[in-house]
Each structure stands twice: as structure tokens, then as C-alpha cells.
């Protein structure tokens, strides 16, 4: 037995995992009977299908006709910047007030980019944080946390 | 003749100053982002989606419209301009689109392009509104039962039609409803898979999955091709399109029509299928098959009436039965739950001025698209020139505000930065996005009606097989399966999606 096809094969024990996951997690709650069904009954049997298909998924990729398929490479170096400063974003806004975290969330994320240059990236942070008073706060009057809480209160 | 009635209340509702003005606003923004390289329409939509919730429903759908077609005709200049394509349905409008603008005629290809989408639009937009009041009539005998066998047969369709691995996908609906069942029960009032969380009691919203999904991971997946600057034709030429050229791009823009507003109606990537079926029938058609991929009108002109009349199909059983066929619709649906519109045939006779409003501006925004787009290609090229590493901060804040605005919880941005995650490993593993959120978005839906369908039976699973209404759904489900499985409509699907590559 060989793996042939990589991404199949990963994608298929996610589902199975997912799938056994979100079934156990059912059981949790009351199933009841087909007829007079329980919150538990639909995604128990979700649960199930899922699993088996993950399983014939992840099969697939193992028979000797699958077409061979290597892992695609991860770039966890921008993963983690774009991902982390969204984060960090959503933290500090109800701390910092919405136009530094925007700036930070700019900044920040710019440096996932191999072209990073800090002028140009606080360049956009200033003009983005200009748009979002101007479209969001002035123009659809939507309602953020503005300053920091220490500076406020 | 009832149906100019309708069309008249429809345009009485969509000429009022301020819908006209949220169509008119909502085309520009989305030519604005649509044109923007490397994002399409379904997270333009997911993006300004947020904005139409302070809106009244129709204005806010109204505008949703418009950024759709927008951010599709957006699409179509980038294809052209650029050879980027936002979406899937684009490639094929590079194949000649692009050669086109090489050959020094990229006005010409923009205005072909434009015509020819808008041709289709005013196609397809009277079928919707002919076709549309007898289907809803039909959807008006549905029980639970055929409306779960309904849903069955659309989610089938929709990754049938797609392109990519079969099991993958129906794995991603599964897992989609499954996500859908995230939240209070409706029936029991018992919260689900909430892990003690009360954000989590309330389900997971859409629109974080998707920007998530579609936003966040694509971004990431595009920085790692490490911004690959592509030169922009500055020449655009003139905007008229010669004899010559058009005499050869009429026939295959009615063609396009009639097969985009055909496939389009079934539920899936009618979008997608109908611009490559287009171009693979010109070509088979032509007698010139040799200039298909050198700048031939025909490959561009057919192409994108396709893709613009399917688009506007796709209407048709999303407003009359609730069922979307892709993910565009699938945030439709989405957007009228929030304005607590249920989508489904008694939307018509609930709601007609919405109903018949949305399809008159549908046509209205079709016109402000070709009346805005071709004067302003200037400036679309200017905005094609901004890199990407101002463009996807930008991206990144534009969704954090907005998903921050569904509730006003910071919790809603935690939950897309996982999505975005989760989003980046599974576009590594080839797992499709739309599939998920045609789940997520029926999931509930489909619960209901299976739960009501085997209550009514009391508990009778055969229920299903036994009215002939939800049992040649379920036939229809089923033969679309094995079609696609059969080895000879197997090959000829993948070389229909590979076709140029």
C-alpha cells in the first residue's frame, strides 16, 4: 500500500475525523426517534456519512491508480503573520479603539509581503485608517470603539 | 397581460431615486473590487456584504445584485486587460479576450464583452421574470418531503456541474450542513456543538465562513505566488468594435445566450459550465477553428453572454423555490434570512415588490454597467496598477470591519481569522470552498424539512420514495451521480475544464 495521492488522502482523514468528531458529538444530545426526532438525529447520521466518504476518499488515494499527487507546500511564515494580525486585531480593538488596531492590523499584515518597505506600509495604514473614519464611522455610522479605554475614561 | 403588470410594479419599485442609487452604487463597487486582480465575486459580495444589513430589504438586495453583475463585469475587464482572472468563469474570457487586447484591439474586446453580457442580461432577465411565477406555482405543492429531496438534487447538482473531484465535494456539503447545525435547535432549543461558547449558540454566520474561506485564504494563497506583476496593455484602442468583428462575435452572443440561460437555471457552477460548454461549441462550429485562442471575437463574445445569462438564471430557482445553485446565490439567500425574508416561492406573493423590484434592476443595472464601464476603463486600468501589497491590507480590513459590524463582537473576527485558517489548509488539500457554503447556508433548512417529512410520515422513511414528486428528484439526484462516474462522461467532463490550459 502507497500513498499515492497526498492531498486525497489528507483531505479524506480530515473528513474522518470531522465526521466521527461531529457524531460523537451528537450522542450528547438527546436522538430520539426517526419520528419525533431529537437534536441529535441529523447530525449524528451527517457525522456518519461524512466519515464513510472521508474513508473512501482517503482509500482512493491509496489504490494503485490514483493519479500520484504530492502535497502542495505550506508557507506557514505568511500564514501566521495574516492570520495572527487579524487576531490581533480583533483583541485589541475593544482595548485600543478601532484606528490603532486598523493601523496595527495594516502594518502588521504587510509584512507578509516579500516586497515589505515600512514607509509604504504605514503609508497605507494612514490612508486606510482615513477611509474607514470616512466610509464606515462618517458614512455608514457604524459604531466602534474610537480610542483607547485608558485615554477616554 | 399580468406579467407587464408585474414589470411595471418592478419598475416602479426600482425607479425610485433611492434604489436606483443603491444599484447605481452597488455596479460601482463592484467593478471596483471586482476589477481588482485576483478576487471575485463571491468575496467582493461576502466583503460589502455587511453594508446592505443597515439597508431596507429591497434596497439592500437591490444593491447586492449590483455588486454581483459589477464585480463580474469587473472580472471580464481584468481577464481581458490582464489575463488574470478573478474566477473560474473567467478563464475562458482570457483565452481570447487577452489575445485580443494583444492584437492592439482591447477596446474593441472590452465593448464585445460589455454588449454581449448585456444582451444576455436582457435574455435572461424577461425569462426570469416568464418563468418564474409557473415554477413557484409548482413549488407551492411541496411538502417536506420533496423540498429535503429538492435540496438533495441541488447540492448534487451543484458539485456535478463543478469541476473538480466528485467525493471531495459532497464531502465539503456534508461537512457544510454540519456546520449549518452549529447553534439552537430550533425545535428543542438545545445548543449545539456551542462548546459553552454564547457566540456559538446563535450558529455560525455565513458571511465569516466565507470571507474567511474565500478572503482570507486566498490572499494568502496569492502572496505566496509571490505577486507575479504582469504588464498591463495600455493601449486600449478604440472602443468600437469593427464590421468585421462584429459580424463574427453576433451569432455565437445569441448562442452563448440561449446555452448560458439554459444551464444556468440547473442548480451548480451553471456560471462556469456555460462559459466553457460556449467556447467549446464556437470552436466546434467554426470554420476557422485555428483562430480560436489568437484573438478570435467568437471565443470571447460567446464565452461571456454565456456566463452573464447563466448568471442571471441562477435567479430563477433561488427565488423561486429558496434553493441556490451556487455561492454567489448561496449569499443571497443568506442576506434575505437577515433581512427575515424567507426565501421560497411565497416570496412572490409575500413580498412583490421586492420580488419583481429585484428583477427590474437586475435589467436597470445590466444598463448602468455598459453606460458606466466602457467610459471609465481608464480608470479601471489605473486601479489594475495598484500592487498588491497596499491591496491585500486593504482586503484584510475591509472584512475585518465588516464582519465585525454582523454583531458588533470582536468574536466574529476571531471566528473568520480560524476560517481563514482552516480556509488556507483545505484550498492545500483541493477541497473546494462553494460546496461548504451551499451546505452551510441549506443545513438548517434541510434538517427542518427531514425532520417535518418523517414526522408527517410518522417516521416512515419511504416517505421519500413514495411521492412521485420527491421520488423523481431523488432518480434525478441519482442519475446526475452515476452520469458523472460513467468513465466516458468522466473523460469528456475533466477535458471540458481542462480545455486550454
Known amino acids: 500500500m502507497q500513498i499515492k495521492n497526498k492531498q486525497d488522502f489528507w483531505a479524506g482523514v480530515m473528513f474522518v475525523v470531522l465526521g466521527i468528531g461531529f457524531a460523537l458529538g451528537a450522542t450528547q444530545y438527546s436522538m430520539g426517534t426517526a419520528a419525533r426526532m431529537g437534536p441529535g438525529y441529523f447530525p449524528f447520521w451527517l457525522g456518519i456519512c461524512l466519515a464513510a466518504l472521508g474513508a473512501i476518499v482517503s482509500l482512493g488515494a491509496m489504490s494503485s491508480k490514483a493519479t500520484k499527487t504530492p502535497m502542495e507546500k505550506f508557507d506557514w511564515q505568511i500564514v501566521v503573520v495574516i492570520i495572527g494580525s487579524v487576531t490581533l486585531c480583533g483583541v485589541l480593538l475593544n482595548w485600543l479603539g478601532i484606528y490603532i488596531s486598523i493601523f496595527l492590523l495594516v502594518f502588521l499584515s504587510s509584512l507578509a509581503s516579500h516586497e515589505f518597505s515600512w514607509k509604504v506600509a504605514a503609508a497605507t495604514g494612514f490612508f486606510l485608517v482615513l477611509l474607514v473614519y470616512g466610509a464606515f464611522i462618517k458614512g455608514l455610522g457604524l459604531i466602534f470603539p474610537l480610542w483607547p479605554t485608558f485615554l477616554t475614561n | ?501
Open chain 2, 1 to 501: 397581460m399580468e406579467l407587464l403588470e408585474h414589470l411595471s410594479l418592478g419598475f416602479s419599485v426600482a425607479f425610485t431615486a433611492e434604489n436606483l442609487a443603491y444599484c447605481l452604487l452597488g455596479c460601482i463597487l463592484g467593478t471596483l473590487i471586482g476589477v481588482l486582480p485576483g478576487i471575485g465575486p463571491v468575496p467582493t459580495i461576502a466583503m460589502l456584504l455587511p453594508i446592505t444589513y443597515v439597508l431596507p430589504p429591497v434596497a439592500g438586495l437591490i444593491m447586492l445584485a449590483g455588486i454581483y453583475y459589477g464585480a463580474q463585469y469587473g472580472g471580464s475587464t481584468t481577464a481581458i486587460l490582464v489575463a488574470l482572472p478573478g474566477e473560474t468563469s473567467a478563464v475562458v474570457t482570457v483565452l481570447d479576450g487577452h489575445q485580443m487586447a494583444r492584437n492592439g484591439r482591447a477596446g474593441a474586446a472590452l465593448a464585445i464583452a460589455a454588449l454581449g453580457s448585456f444582451f444576455a442580461g436582457c435574455v435572461a432577465t424577461i425569462l426570469l421574470a416568464g418563468f418564474a411565477p409557473p415554477l413557484a406555482e409548482v413549488a407551492f405543492k411541496f411538502g417536506p418531503a420533496e423540498y429535503f429531496s429538492l435540496m438533495v438534487l441541488g447540492l448534487i447538482g451543484a458539485v456535478v456541474l463543478a469541476s473538480g473531484s466528485l467525493p471531495k465535494a459532497i464531502c465539503m456539503i456534508l461537512l457544510g450542513l454540519l456546520l449549518g447545525m452549529v447553534g439552537t435547535d430550533v425545535n428543542s432549543g438545545v445548543a449545539r456543538y456551542d462548546f459553552g461558547i454564547p457566540e456559538l449558540q446563535d450558529g455560525i454566520d455565513f458571511a465569516v465562513v466565507a470571507m474567511g474561506v474565500f478572503g482570507f485564504s486566498e490572499i494568502m494563497t496569492n502572496l505566496e505566488l509571490r505577486d507575479q506583476r504582469i504588464n498591463i496593455t495600455g493601449k486600449v484602442g478604440s472602443l468600437y468594435p469593427n464590421k468585421q468583428e462584429f459580424k463574427e462575435a453576433w451569432a455565437p452572443c445569441v448562442r452563448g445566450t440561449a446555452l448560458g440561460s439554459a444551464l444556468g437555471i440547473l442548480p451548480g457552477g451553471g456560471a462556469v459550465l456555460s462559459s466553457f460548454a460556449s467556447y467549446t461549441l464556437e470552436k466546434k462550429i467554426s470554420k476557422t477553428p485555428e483562430r480560436f485562442g489568437k484573438g478570435h471575437p467568437a471565443g470571447l463574445a460567446g464565452p461571456e453572454s454565456a456566463n452573464n445569462a447563466a448568471a442571471q438564471t441562477s435567479f430563477i430557482p433561488l427565488l423561486t423555490l429558496g434553493i441556490p445553485g451556487n455561492a454567489v446565490t448561496a449569499l443571497m439567500i443568506g442576506a434575505m434570512t437577515i433581512h427575515n425574508i424567507q426565501p421560497g416561492p411565497q416570496v412572490m406573493t409575500s413580498h412583490p415588490e421586492l420580488f419583481w423590484g429585484l428583477i427590474a434592476s437586475m435589467w436597470i443595472g445590466n444598463l448602468m454597467l455598459i453606460v458606466l464601464n466602457l467610459p471609465l476603463v481608464g480608470l479601471w486600468i489605473k486601479l489594475l496598477k495598484v500592487p498588491y501589497r497596499i491591496l491585500f491590507p486593504a482586503i484584510l480590513v475591509f472584512c475585518t470591519i465588516g464582519v465585525y459590524s454582523l454583531n458588533y463582537n470582536v468574536f466574529d473576527i476571531w471566528m473568520t481569522a480560524a476560517f481563514g485558517l482552516i480556509g488556507y489548509v483545505w484550498a492545500k488539500l483541493k477541497c473546494e470552498g462553494a460546496p461548504l457554503l451551499l451546505g452551510l447556508v441549506l443545513g438548517p433548512m434541510m434538517e427542518e424539512n427531514f425532520r417535518r417529512a418523517l414526522l408527517l410520515a410518522r417516521g416512515d422513511y419511504t416517505t421519500f420514495v413514495t411521492r412521485p414528486l420527491s421520488l423523481s428528484l431523488l432518480i434525478l439526484a441519482a442519475a446526475l451521480v452515476v452520469l458523472v462516474t460513467l468513465p466516458a462522461v468522466k473523460k469528456k467532463r475533466e477535458e471540458t475544464f481542462v480545455e486550454e490550459d
